[in-house]
């Protein structure tokens, strides 16, 4: 009964942008999902694009995302997925496993996964993957086109165990056809 009740609390504490491992090797939080574009202002929400006009670096069919998140205990690797708003799959191309080095440590067991999901085959975002891209600022966007959006979903590996966060509190990062690029800001992602 027990037994039951722990891996009904894990579940509950999944679906909340947090988990932990059933045998109590580690633990972890999403805290935040990043973008390089936000909407109508530099304080607005994060979005994706699929094609953006006026990218002063040459930027016009990807969007770099970036995912903070708290992890304690022993990690062996993390694979990062991006799941759809509308039907909580995943994108079988959109998903990358993590270990050492490719996890940027922030401090205090927090940490960062930076990349570019890049749509240049004409399908919505997310279509692949580039790991660990060169980082760059925040752009303010205006869009239109909205065609649907995505959030980040982690498989800790504990070497012992594993254990799935999904960021539902946090929200979907909504995707837009076409964006255009109205300002660019010292913000970094």
């Known amino acids: 009964m027990m037994a039951a009740i722990g891996v009904g609390l894990t579940g509950i504490l999944a679906s909340c942008n947090s988990g932990s491992a059933p045998d109590g090797s580690a ?24 094609n953006v006009t006026g990218n002063a670096t040459g930027r016009s069919r990807s969007t770099q995302v970036a995912v903070n998140f ?9 694979t990062l997925g991006l799941k759809g708003q509308n039907d909580n799959q995943y994108d079988n191309n959109y998903t990358a496993t993590y270990t050492g080095s490719q996890l940027a440590a922030v401090g205090n067991g927090n940490y960062k996964i930076t990349f570019d999901a890049n ?30 959006g995505f959030y980040p979903q982690l498989v800790v590996n504990t070497g012992s165990s594993s254990f799935t966060i999904n960021n539902t509190v946090l929200g979907n990062v909504d995707v837009y056809s076409n964006c255009a690029v109205t300002q660019t800001t010292p913000e970094e992602i």
């Open 119 to 148: 749509s240049a085959n004409g399908a919505f975002l997310p279509q692949s993957i580039v790991v660990n891209p060169v980082a760059v600022t925040v752009k303010v966007v205006t869009a239109s086109g909205k065609v649907g």
């Open 70 to 78: 708290t992890l304690q205990g022993t990690i062996s690797n993390v």
């Open 27 to 50: 633990n972890g939080k999403i805290n935040e999902v990043r973008t390089e574009y936000r909407l109508n202002s530099a304080s607005g929400p994060f979005i994706a694009c699929d």
